[in-house]
């Protein structure tokens, strides 16, 4: 089953933080739909309509244009990262970010970190 749905966040604006979107301390946050930009704060996204806060051992379900924002310490940041990216498979469009650094499952989002 989904992870869950964002609640009542129905933000339009075309670029918004995602710290706006709630709390995603120590979560991965699951940005679905159209990902149209990030700032150069590695923060913003220019849709945030659906965002769920969930564990590295949530299952997800998706349908495209996936962005995964993560913020984790350096220990367990690999593991998860992979396990998400496995999670998701081949055909997900997929990019894990945290902080410091982001580990691209596949090439479709490398620009927005570049």
């Known amino acids: 089953m989904a992870a869950g749905n964002a609640g009542g966040n129905s933000r339009t604006a075309p670029f ?45 379900q998706v349908e495209h ?19 998400m990216c496995t999670m998701l498979g081949p055909n997900f469009d997929v990019d894990v970010y945290n902080r410091t650094a982001d580990v691209t499952c596949l090439p479709n989002f490398k620009h927005l970190f570049s």
């Open 65 to 83: 244009n996936v962005l995964l924002v993560g913020e984790l310490d350096s220990t367990g940041s690999t593991l998860a990262e992979k396990r």
């Open 16 to 60: 918004i933080k995602l710290s706006d979107c709630g709390s995603y301390a120590g979560k991965f946050v699951v940005v679905a739909g159209p990902v149209t930009a990030v700032a150069e704060d590695g923060y913003t996204v220019g849709n945030c309509l659906r965002v769920v806060p969930m564990d590295v051992t949530d299952e997800v």
